[in-house]
């Protein structure tokens, strides 16, 4: 049944794609859901100055340039909760710009219906 080509097969080749948009202060989504050992690539883009995303336990530590879209691929191996924030500064409420990033076990995911 392996040999079986599945018309699925190419589409989970590719990473699944995770848009975050970052404007002063805040992220949107302001939560995203991973699952533990599932590669995705992020798109971050800016809506309005340069904004950084960093979060230090994912290895994630890059600028958002308003204009272009900065991609990186992402593969987490250890499920939690992890804080980011931007760590570039863009103004009065840089401080409390911040987004949460949740790495789920793939049980979890699976028992949710993915
Ligand atoms: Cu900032």
């Known amino acids: 049944m392996l040999a079986v080509a599945s018309p699925w097969a190419a589409a989970q080749d590719e990473p699944r794609v995770v848009v975050i948009t ?4 805040e992220f949107s989504p302001r939560e995203i859901t ?3 050992g599932e590669t995705v690539r992020l798109q971050l883009k800016s809506e309005d100055v340069t904004h950084g995303l960093f979060v230090r336990p994912l290895g994630i530590d890059t600028d958002i340039v308003p204009g272009r879209v900065t991609e990186l691929t ?6 939690g909760s992890y804080r980011a924030i931007c760590d570039h500064f863009c103004g009065a409420g840089h401080g409390g710009m911040k987004m949460t990033i949740v790495v789920e076990e793939p049980a979890a995911s ?4 993915k």
């Open 34 to 36: 991973l699952v533990k």
């Open 22 to 25: 970052a404007r002063r202060f």
């Open 110 to 113: 699976a028992a949710a219906g």
């Open 74 to 79: 992402l593969t987490p191996l250890k499920a």
